[in-house]
């Protein structure tokens, strides 16, 4: 009688090839041992299934169950890092060999979230840093001690370093015994070192915020600049900074209105600008004030703005001679602009021609169309500034061409199609809740964030909204804790004779606060040259999140179409893959092969097999 995928087997009746192997039992040579989430996929039968909306349904697997893995590391290891989910590995085992890698077909790299808020939990270190001489690395809980704890070895390029002295003298010069469970850099993997001057190139300066707000007809109709305004004046006391914060408002339409908030001015008063070749710019000391000190008048001029621009009759929007003019203003000191805008830019500097809908997804492509904000974000990246978009259009945005100002800038982008506080609350309040935690939620300027690999492996391509300095260095003016970014890794040498894989990332950032920092999370793998060991230790989670901001950086490089393409091979190769080579007995027999493999398939090409026709902008966005 044959037996039927998942039945048990007979008593008496050798498990078959592919079966899950009964408690008690000795494993038959051949036989494919499962693990219990593929076990229950396998149980599962097409009755059990029902199609789902990937776009309504976010959330596809049960919250009690997490695929993601720990990576198989002895417990004395693993502890030392607490939160595995803000730097992460796509393969929490390393490949030993780039054949290997090669044969597999599976993505390698690292998603890491640099700047995520923990609250009080990160352990400070005071100096001195003991890094390596040769790479820079920072001491890390992985390192070897030697002669005592007296000196390290480097885990990167195994270079022997000293420890530093202070490490075994107290302050009143008397030594003292060294305890490792009083150094939280050799205890914890993710720590933050006060940065003495050296890393400094300047002063820290004072958390400045500047607003630019569309006043056009679209944008006072739909209710955004209401909305943006309450928001702002309710959240006034929470905008992140010491006692040096400052911020100040700009509106515009087909002109510029700039608004003087000067102690000495009284009431605030508005100067209208509306030459956009050569616009005039007043003074900081008029535009941008301190929040401390002008309080009253900043909310003042909030409870004003919607009041003033309530009749707007005009339809244009001068999006990059604002941009400008921002820039040139704040660009002795850096800060973070902030854009909000209704409708395409349709006068001055940075104007951008309608495109042409389509309903042919294969053959479009979404790169920009010319390289003025690109140059702009280059130029604001330059003067440690970001500039963030937020999009609410009502008509055609071409998403796109704009974007590149926060792509280049690390900044982001938040989209709000057919917005209208009455029409459509649901997006309004979207908006309203995701534009107050912008505004009070922490950020880190003037940041740069290096990763270093252990020897035999490298960084290929970073991915996110961020300028690439070096192949190992991006900078970012700002970053903040909702910000991560994606690291393809490649391998070049055997690493055979290594047992772990070291990756480190070292964010060094200004706060809001005033205080030079560097954030440093290490990363320990274990490397195997096993094929099911990898395949079994794939991490579904960075996966996923790795191969959609490819897809991204695909879109706008080359076609839809061609983006599509891609993200479909690189999911199902490693399927296709492992079924054929590490597990034959799943052919024929309904079973997709270990659960690690089987759901970036589940989840990403679902949506991706829908013809379903988006307006250009939103396909975007998406």
Known sequence: ???????????????????????????????????????????????????????????????????????????????????PEHFCSTLNVVPSSSTILNKLKVPFGLVIQPFKDLGEEVPIVTPPIPRCKVCRTYVNPYVQLNDGARRWKCNICARLNDMPADYFYGEDGRRVPFDIANRPELNSALVEYIAPSEYTTRPPQGAIYLYLIDVSIGAVQSGMVKMACKVLEEEIDSIPGDTRRSIGIICFSSKLHYFNLHKNSGQPQMLVVPDLEEPF?????????????????????????????????????????????????????????????????????????????????????????????????????????????????????????????????????????????????????????????????????????????????????????????????????????????GVQISIDDNLHESKLAIFQSALLFTSAKGDRRIRVHTLALPISSDPQTIYNNLNIDASISLLAKMAVEKCNTASLGDAREALQYAVIDPLIKYRTDYCPAAKGSGQLGSACVSAPPTSVCVKFTEKQSFPLAERHCR
């Open 1 to 83: 009688m044959p037996q039927h995928p998942g039945m048990a087997p007979h008593p008496g009746m050798a498990p078959q090839p592919g079966m899950a192997q009964q408690p008690g039992m000795a494993p038959q040579p051949g036989t494919f041992i499962e693990d219990p989430a593929t076990q229950r996929m396998r149980q599962m039968s097409l009755s059990d299934m029902s199609y789902i909306n990937l776009m309504e349904h976010r959330s596809i697997f049960p919250k009690d169950e997490k695929l993601t893995c720990l990576p198989p590391l002895p417990p004395d290891l693993l502890t030392h890092n607490k939160y």
């Open 281 to 485: 710019i007043p003074t900081i000391d008029e535009l941008i004030v301190n929040i401390k000190e002008e309080k009253q008048k900043i909310k003042d001029l909030l409870a004003l703005i919607p009041t003033v621009f309530a009749d707007s009759k005009d339809p244009d929007c001068a999006v990059g001679p604002v941009l400008k003019a921002a820039k040139e203003l704040i660009f002795r000191f850096g800060g973070r602009l902030t854009l909000l805008m209704s409708r395409s830019p349709s006068l001055g500097e940075g104007t951008v021609k309608k495109r042409a809908e389509s309903s042919k997804l294969e053959g479009l492509s979404l790169a920009p169309l010319d390289d003025f904000y690109k140059i702009l974000a280059l130029e604001c990246t330059q003067k440690q500034v970001t500039v963030d978009l937020f999009l609410f259009p009502n008509d055609n945005i071409d998403v796109p061409t704009v974007s590149t100002i926060s792509q280049f800038s690390s900044g982001s982008v938040y989209y709000y199609p057919q917005y209208h506080f009455e029409k459509n609350p649901v997006m309004a309040e979207k908006f309203i809740s995701e534009f107050r935690h912008y505004v009070v939620r922490p950020v880190a300027f003037e940041a740069v964030l290096r990763i270093r690999c252990t020897s035999g492996v490298n960084i290929h391509s970073f991915f996110g909204n961020c300028f690439v300095r070096a192949h190992d260095l991006i900078a970012l003016a700002n970053v903040s804790p909702d910000v991560a970014f």
